[in-house]
């Protein structure tokens, strides 16, 4: 990562560990850390044990890891269920917790609910996931427009934003001259294309690329169909840290606006 020209890493979805933490601290990498849960629906977060575990890894996360240097910002949640009344008070609640434990750092939760995410005056930073060019084919820059508006309006007024999640998937070695889906040519495009916006955005504070390597995910669920090879393939690098197109265009990007 570093060889790339990034400064910060987000370690999505669960507190990492120690040594990595102390590389960081070492190397001067910045650390987004948050905790455990992602993706859940209002139906899971109301499962009985959900709090108590969400309490549990904040406090675990907090108390092992508070002195580490490198940590400039605690989140929680990521895309979970924002839009609703009763996932709002859990919100509440692990903000309140993380504050309470720690008042020196701010919060924030990266958030796919776009339009209808009711927590944005709760946290210090706000923070959204935006995959333009891959899930949805649309103007960059018109979008992001109408995300920081809707931003301004909803409880973020001037607060901080960060692009806590952009990218697009592609399979490591397949090579397209027309730069079709899942080739290494159109992952590099869309990258550049989403970064060429975020990082020339006076608005925007950082950017986050999903993912520095491709990874392993389960069968289970809607999501199969579009993770091939049952891996999240939108690494920078694949699993073995072979580096694709994208990852030189991340790094030409990083340096030419980042650093």
Known sequence: MLAANAN???????????????LCDER??????????RGLVLKDMQNPNFERQ???CIREMIENHYNHPSIIIWGILNECAAETPEGRVMYKKQFEQIRNSDSSRPVTSATCRHFTDITLDLEDVVSFNMYSGWY???????RNDEEIEWIRRSGGGNKPIIVSEVGAAAIYGYRDRSRCKWSEERQADIIRDNLEVYMNDDRITGVFIWQFADCR????????ATRARCHNNKGVV?????PKEAYDTAAELFEKYGR
């Open 28 to 37: 001067g990498m910045l650390v987004w850390e948050e905790n455990h849960a």
């Open 217 to 224: 995910v389960t069968e289970e669920g809607d999501w199969f």
């Open 8 to 22: 910060a890493v987000r370690t999505c979805h669960y507190p990492n560990d120690e040594r990595f933490l102390d």
């Open 136 to 142: 949805k084919d649309c103007p960059i820059d018109e």
């Open 238 to 242: 694949d699993e073995y840290r072979r």
């Open 54 to 56: 969400c309490e549990d």
